[in-house]
């Protein structure tokens, strides 16, 4: 299977070459780490799947949801399988409802990864069950409740919303900054902005802040 890989940390680039060879099964004809590259390189080589990261640089900041939506037109060629640390169901609704076939976290195994990829090649979705039930609440009731936009949340920027969701989780700098990519000057650079733009003193208040929108 042809896959073209999306995404703006070259270490988990590797991480994901590296398990997809290690499974087998997938030529991995191409990289891209950003918005205008992956649509670029995407309309060029016109893979199966285009496993593609949810928040990344360029473009118009639409992230992963903007490459799909700049190559609905290679459907039903090209399937789309969004791939996140984030599992919040904004993040999960706004990628679907841009065209992607499915969703998986970063924590999920080669072997789980590769049958996600099958499954979106053959046409099915493929979501664990509390991501499904994100879809089936957007989606099934014919409500949009879940993708409704937060004033607050959207005065983030993508990566801020990255490092947001970690710390609410209770994850400390030093993992944050390994889970990323980034160092730990600039977790902490990312977290005091997401204080000051919510209006927040500390972390513990915007652990009680996401848990209260659901996502985390």
Request: glycine share 10%; aromatic share 4%; with cysteine.
């Amino acid at each position: 299977m042809r896959v073209i890989i999306v995404d703006d940390h070259p270490l988990a680039r590797a991480g994901m070459v590296g398990e997809l060879a290690r499974v087998g099964g997938f030529d991995v004809v191409g990289q891209a780490h950003d918005v205008d590259s992956a649509i670029a390189i995407t309309r060029e080589l016109k893979p199966e799947v285009v496993l593609l990261d949810v928040h990344m640089p360029g473009g118009s900041g639409g992230g992963g949801a903007e490459v799909v939506r700049a190559c609905s037109d290679l459907y039903p060629d090209t399937k789309f399988l969004a791939i996140s640390v984030s599992d919040a169901a904004r993040d999960v609704v706004a990628v679907v409802r841009a065209g992607a076939r499915g969703y998986v976290t970063k924590d999920v195994t080669g072997e789980k990864l590769a049958d996600a990829l099958r499954r979106v090649a053959d046409g099915d979705a493929a979501f664990s069950a509390r991501l499904a039930g994100f879809v089936l609440d957007a989606f099934g009731a014919g409500s949009g409740d879940v993708a409704d936009r937060d004033d607050e949340l959207d005065r983030l920027t993508a990566r801020e919303q990255e490092v947001m969701r970690l710390i609410a989780r209770g994850m400390a700098y030093k993992e944050v900054a390994s889970e990323l990519f980034i160092s730990i000057k600039t977790v902490e650079t990312h977290v005091s902005a997401v204080l000051r733009k919510l209006q927040l003193s500390n972390r513990h208040e915007l652990a009680r802040w996401a848990a209260a929108r659901r996502i985390v």
